[in-house]
């Protein structure tokens, strides 16, 4: 299996704002195992960019704080995985996490 997670960071740690952040962690996933871990700048956030931007980048799934319905709407047109309502960590434990069927999620975290 092969996977690439985006997600949202603010100081390489999850940022509940997924439109706000600073840079977004690009994790890659072979065989279950944490392959590459880069940090890519976005570009400037209007809507529609980021899930355009991410898909061109290979993402397969998304670990978000919260997000506009929008956003979640354009990965769902891509096929990409969105994964809400995560409160913290750094995007290897998260991915980790999610590897091993222990990511926790909840509500959206995003009001708009």
Partial sequence: MK??????TLNNQL???FGHCEK???VNVDENNISKEEYVT???HEPG???KFLADQGVNVIIAGGMGQKA??????NNIEVHMGVQDGSPTELVQSYLNNQLQTGQNLCDH
Avoid: G, N
């Fill in 3 to 8: 996977k690439k997670f985006a997600i949202p």
């Fill in 42 to 44: 976005p570009p400037f």
């Fill in 15 to 17: 940022t509940a704002h």
């Fill in 24 to 26: 977004f962690a690009i």
């Fill in 49 to 51: 960019v980021y899930p």
């Fill in 72 to 77: 979640q709407d354009l990965f769902s047109q």
